[in-house]
């Protein structure tokens, strides 16, 4: 059974008397950033010069600073910016200031376990990773409460980078939900075949599939998109609030008894493989060369993104959104 950390199990102390420079104030960045500093952490934010996250910093009462100096400043330097260009700016930025005994953290695995990334041996290599988007972070901090989070260590020089990442974890107001041990590779492997398998590109393709053979059948497409796309929303919500037996117990009996039998004929074992032959990708590095290294996986984004842009739902879409005022 995983070992959950609360707040009683974790000090603040690793960090007290150290400098936190957050790199990059996007969504993760500006939540981490505010809850660390009202948690008591000395922390400024690297961010281009005069850009707008340089003015929301100063109104936020936070301290900018370029990103070079924010790393040559900084004890711990934790690194939100998007993962693709992570690298370029830890090569032309960070690694030139990473001394001795300092601190390099991230919230997401990759560039560290796919080696796009590669630190020096005399520092920490820490993970701290929120299992929330930032604005519900700092939502749920501000009202006293927490959002459940990951650590882990890649690399510790000091002996001491494991109190250092836990107590990341509860600056950040996470202790409070629970802060569970993992490693980079199992982060980093596991959050990839979510969103491809299932929470970005599953539920999307299950969604357009659903929608796509209701309206080749003849029926409305407006209908077709309130049953295989709005009422998603609904029924996810009931599995966040009650798992799966939840949901179940909230729904009617036709809705259960036809989710029963007929969902495993369409969601079947070949649908499985294809998901284990995805994680079998990300295992073995094909999506990070792909994804990272093949100068072609841009143009590819583009087309696909135009795509889904171009689908008959998103047009339709739009259309049932403001009549439902969403």
């Known amino acids: 059974m995983v070992k959950i950390y609360y707040d009683n199990d974790i000090s603040l102390e690793p960090l007290l008397g150290k400098k936190v420079a957050v790199i990059g104030y996007g969504s993760q960045g500006r939540a981490q950033a505010l809850n660390m500093k009202d948690s008591g952490i000395d922390v400024v934010v690297g961010v281009r010069e005069g850009g707008k996250s340089w003015k929301m910093v100063k109104e936020d009462g936070l301290e900018p600073l370029p990103i070079e100096k924010a790393a040559k400043e900084g004890d711990i330097v934790h690194m939100l910016i998007p993962d693709v260009v992570q690298p370029e700016i830890y090569k032309k930025f960070i690694e030139p200031n990473m001394k001795p005994g300092k601190v390099l953290g991230f919230s997401h695995g990759y560039n560290i376990h796919f080696r796009q990334i590669v630190p020096p041996s005399y520092v920490d290599v820490v993970l701290v990773a929120p299992k929330a988007p930032g604005p519900r972070m700092r939502e749920l901090y501000l009202e006293g409460k927490g959002v459940p989070a990951l650590f882990a260590v890649g690399q510790d020089y000091s002996g001491k980078a494991r109190m250092i990442a836990l107590a990341m974890a509860k600056a950040l107001g996470c202790a409070r939900a629970g802060v569970l041990e993992t490693t980079f590779k199992e982060e980093t492997e596991t959050d990839l075949l979510g969103e491809q398998a299932v929470l970005v ?20 497409p407006e209908l077709a998109y309130f049953e295989a796309c709005n009422e998603m929303k609904l029924i996810v919500d009931l599995i966040y609030r009650g798992g799966l037996t939840g949901m179940l117990s909230a729904v009617s009996d036709t809705a259960k008894f036809g989710g029963l039998v007929v969902g495993p004929q369409i969601i079947d074992e070949h649908v499985k493989e294809n ?14 060369r792909l994804w990272s290294e093949d100068p072609r996986s ?15 739902m998103e047009k339709v879409g739009e259309a049932v959104r403001k009549l439902a005022q969403i």
């Open 201 to 220: 590109g599953g539920i999307m393709e299950l969604i357009k599939k659903g929608y796509e053979v209701l309206v080749e059948a003849g029926y409305q």
């Open 275 to 288: 998901m284990r032959e995805a994680l079998r990708r990300i295992q073995d590095g094909s999506f990070a």
């Open 298 to 312: 841009k143009l590819i984004l583009e087309k696909k993104m135009e795509e889904i842009k171009n689908h008959p």
